[in-house]
């Protein structure tokens, strides 16, 4: 039965590994459009420390769709690894009952 544990904690941790490499390049934040005159454009806004970084997305649909696809696999990936980390929990509990 310990082995059993033992290799469902590896997987957990390998995936925790894998989600968190995946989060490195993918975009974090929110986007926000500014009207000035009669454009509009499109801003990443995200915290950076302290310090909220405005990044210029573009006018074109095209690179506002590929940001918001980003957030949106971000927000997947971010729920996966709370998930894993508590299902994390609950196999280190269950070890140290057998």
Known sequence: MSSLIDKENLRNQNMIAEYEKELIPLPKGSI????????????????????????YVGKDES????????????AHVEAMLKKL???QKQIKKLGALL
């Open 32 to 55: 926000k459009t500014k009207i000035v005159g009669n454009r509009i454009y499109y801003y990443l806004n995200y915290r950076d420390g302290k310090k909220v970084v405005s990044k």
């Open 63 to 74: 690179s506002l769709q590929e940001v918001k696809d980003g957030l949106e696999r971000r």
């Open 85 to 87: 980390k508590e299902e």
